[in-house]
C-alpha cells in the first residue's frame, strides 16, 4: 500500500469511459483524500461545457485551459486527481503529474469504453468527438496516438474492465 503520509497527489489517466472519475471518488474516500476532476474544474473555470469550448473555441483554446488546470491540480496535497483523456499529450502536463505524485493509467477494452460512453447520459453534451468519424474508429485511433503517452507517465497501470469502481480503488491502493 502506498505512504500516504507524503501526502502526494494521485493523477488517474486514461482514455474516457476508463472510469477515472469515478474512481477517483471511490479512491479518495477510502484513502481519506479529496478528488478533484480536471475537466469538471475547466468547465467551471471557462463557465461551459467543454463541448461548448471545443465547438466555440477550438481544441488549442481548450488544451491552454487543461494546461492551466493540471499545472495547479500538481500542486495539490492528499488529492486524487481524474484528468482528461487527452491531458497527457502536451509535454507540460505529463511533466508536472510525474514531478508531483503517482500516476495510474486506468484501461479497458475498445468495447467497454464503447459501451460506458454510450451509457452515460452526459456524453453527448459534455464530450464533443475529437476526429470527424467519431465512434469506434476515433476510438482505436486516439488508444494509438495515446497509449505510449499514458504508458511513459504511468507508474500503475490498471484494468478496469469487469470490476466495480470500488474494486478498481482497492487494487489502486493496494499497488501504490
Given at each position: 500500500?502506498?505512504?500516504?503520509?507524503s501526502?502526494?497527489?494521485?493523477f488517474?489517466?486514461?482514455?474516457?469511459?476508463?472510469?477515472?472519475s469515478?474512481?477517483?471518488?471511490?479512491?479518495?474516500?477510502?484513502l481519506?483524500?479529496?478528488w478533484?476532476?480536471?475537466?469538471?474544474?475547466?468547465?467551471?473555470?471557462?463557465?461551459?461545457?467543454?463541448?461548448?469550448?471545443?465547438?466555440?473555441?477550438?481544441?488549442?483554446?481548450?488544451?491552454?485551459?487543461?494546461?492551466r488546470?493540471?499545472?495547479?491540480?500538481?500542486?495539490?496535497r492528499?488529492?486524487?486527481?481524474?484528468?482528461?483523456?487527452g491531458?497527457?499529450?502536451?509535454?507540460?502536463?505529463?511533466?508536472?503529474?510525474?514531478?508531483?505524485?503517482?500516476?495510474?493509467?486506468?484501461?479497458?477494452?475498445?468495447?467497454?469504453?464503447i459501451?460506458?460512453?454510450?451509457?452515460?447520459p452526459?456524453?453527448?453534451?459534455?464530450?464533443?468527438n475529437?476526429?470527424?468519424?467519431?465512434?469506434?474508429?476515433?476510438?482505436?485511433?486516439?488508444?494509438?496516438?495515446?497509449?505510449?503517452?499514458?504508458?511513459?507517465?504511468?507508474?500503475?497501470?490498471?484494468?478496469?474492465?469487469?470490476?466495480t469502481?470500488?474494486?478498481?480503488a482497492?487494487?489502486?491502493?493496494?499497488?501504490?
Amino acid at each position: 500500500m502506498t505512504d500516504t503520509t507524503s501526502a502526494a497527489p494521485i493523477f488517474l489517466i486514461g482514455y474516457r469511459g476508463t472510469g477515472k472519475s469515478t474512481v477517483a471518488r471511490h479512491l479518495a474516500e477510502r484513502l481519506e483524500y479529496d478528488w478533484m476532476d480536471s475537466d469538471e474544474e475547466i468547465e467551471r473555470r471557462a463557465g461551459k461545457s467543454i463541448a461548448a469550448i471545443f465547438s466555440k473555441e477550438g481544441e488549442a483554446a481548450f488544451r491552454n485551459w487543461e494546461g492551466r488546470v493540471v499545472a495547479e491540480l500538481a500542486s495539490l496535497r492528499r488529492t486524487v486527481v481524474a484528468l482528461g483523456g487527452g491531458a497527457v499529450l502536451r509535454q507540460a502536463n505529463r511533466i508536472a503529474i510525474r514531478a508531483a505524485g503517482p500516476i495510474v493509467w486506468l484501461t479497458a477494452p475498445v468495447d467497454a469504453i464503447i459501451a460506458r460512453l454510450a451509457a452515460d447520459p452526459a456524453t453527448p453534451g459534455r464530450r464533443p468527438n475529437l476526429t470527424k468519424t467519431g465512434g469506434r474508429q476515433e476510438i482505436e485511433a486516439l488508444l494509438a496516438e495515446r497509449t505510449p503517452l499514458y504508458r511513459e507517465c504511468a507508474t500503475l497501470v490498471v484494468n478496469t474492465d469487469g470490476k466495480t469502481c470500488a474494486q478498481v480503488a482497492d487494487e489502486i491502493a493496494t499497488n501504490l
